[in-house]
């Protein structure tokens, strides 16, 4: 089952009504420092991880919440001080920053704490999909969804925390628009600067990226081969993904996987979950996961692989950076459309012959692998469409949004507004 989804994820935000109060009363006589405060909801890594050597570069007093054991491992690996969110410390700490980095929501950092701050928002992928007061979902309640009045507290809600989001970067001026409507802030808020996530597809050169993504993923998953694939469904708010193959498509799957001495990498969303083991008998090797409980931030690792299967996940946009072919398989579209919605229409991004089944999935995984053609065919497909979204690929994001946010300090340390 799905770890998260949004109806429970509001309730538990309406009972937490009162504690935010509370909060907002004690940031309010807390004075704010000049320490930064980091967190991200998928772990150490992501974009505030790019942003956490910049500010460390500079040599700004900084700390890293974190919530689990693991989370605290990788960054002691890493040299990173860190707190956890839900303590004491965690509370005083976010409360006393004079920088709050995110990635997901403020719930990456002690969520009681963050009034009067300056938010650094950096978000984790470019939306196909629907999000914020854009969609729908992001008010849902597993109960009275029929109520306005319900409906309407929800999103008053959910616009009074995004309100307070200092700056957030976009990756080009068409991302902006999605940003600025998604969060309901006005246009001096949403930076067009590139992301710092994708930063790690773009520096140095194609070969030293590529031995960097096997440096990654070998150590974790085996040796791979020449060809890799990467099956990546988005997260469904609570429930299986559409794709999950079942016996007869697994064993398609692997036998195209043999035939082309090829390696699936599978991920599934962070916060969804589902069945992707193949069957017992075909006892094959060729299929691995890479989900985020194996490795918390996949993107430095995509330049190693050949093509992406996806439905709607915001990695679609990124591997043409890298540049990788691109897959569409998308059995749910029109029920996807319907309740979260696209910006845009789904065809404008994958076309008119995306698969449906993972027996067409696999037909067109065949094609490519067996004729050059058409895998350089589906790499320039996917870098236009990067080339259409992403309007900076020169590696610096990074330090953009660091430069923009200490100009903004320097101009109004509460808020950063111009």
Known sequence: MASFSFGAGNVAKLLRIP??????????VIPRGQQWVFGCGAGIGDGALRLWHAAQNDRVD??????????????????IPTVRKHSACGFWLTARAGVLVVTHGLGDV????????????????????????????????????????????MARLYRG?????????????????????AFGLPDERVIVTGEPRVDPLSVDDAVTRVARARGILEPIVGALPQTVLLYAPTWRDGT??????????WRDIVAVLDRYDTVLLVRSHPLGAGRYTPPADLDTDRVRMVGSDVIRDITPALPAITALITDYSSMLFDVGLTPSAVVYLAPDVEEYARTRGFYGSYRDIAGSDYATTWHEATAQIDEMLSDDAVLD?????????????????????????????????????RKGTL
């Open 110 to 153: 002690n969520r009681y704490a963050n009034g009067g701050a300056f938010i650094a928002q950096l978000w984790h992928g470019i939306p196909l999909k629907r999000i914020g007061l854009d969609s729908p979902e992001t008010v849902k309640l597993p109960f009275g969804n029929g109520s306005k009045l319900l409906r309407g507290l």
């Open 161 to 181: 925390t995004t309100s307070q989001i200092s700056v957030i970067p976009a990756a080009s001026q068409l991302i902006r628009g999605r940003l600025e409507s």
């Open 62 to 79: 900084a700390v890293w919440l974190v919530d689990s054991d693991r989370d605290e491992a990788d960054a002691r690996a890493l040299g």
């Open 240 to 249: 299986d993904d559409a794709a999950i193959p079942t016996g007869d498509d």
């Open 19 to 28: 504690l935010y109060g509370l909060g907002r009363i004690a940031t309010l």
């Open 377 to 413: 065919a589906r790499r320039t497909r996917a870098a236009q469409l990067s080339s259409r979204v992403h309007d900076f690929r020169d590696g610096n994001n990074t330090q953009r949004v660091y430069r923009e946010i200490q100009r903004r300090l320097s101009i109004s340390p």
